[in-house]
């Protein structure tokens, strides 16, 4: 079957089987690698991209859910090609990553948070930002989130 969405800004069709989580779909039919693969049952967030505006978990995202929707992906977060997100900046800046196979979906979720709570508290982050990192750096992910907060609002 063929689907139809937005991606990253551009419309794009795609053929599928309508049950072919969107993971792969990005991944496989249209080379968005930046998602990734954790756990295949929507639990990590390593999959983790904007559908409509929502951080959503995409392994287990069926393609025909999509049709028609908004999608953005980690290599849509850039305000302008060449440029990085105030997300991606305080990432850098706070060493957040260390291993980095989950940043993109914690990066996607940090920025859908911050879309709809340009302030958010301590709380706030823990209850939106529930991806699973094994390198453990939560404490860095709050301090970068706050100042993410802080370089957009200052923007």
Known sequence: MKFSF???GEAVSVEAPSDMPLLWVLREKLEMTGTKFGCGIAACGACTVHINGAATRT???PIAAIEGADVKTIEGVAPTPGEISAVQS???EHQVPQCG???S???MAA???LDQNPDPSDEDIDSAI???CRCGTYERVRTAIHAAAR???EA
């Open 6 to 8: 937005t991606l990253n």
């Open 59 to 61: 392994c287990v995202m």
């Open 101 to 103: 196979y989950c940043q």
């Open 105 to 107: 979906g914690m990066i």
């Open 90 to 92: 305080a990432w850098l």
């Open 111 to 113: 920025e859908a948070l």
């Open 130 to 132: 529930t991806n699973i």
């Open 151 to 153: 370089a957009r609002r």
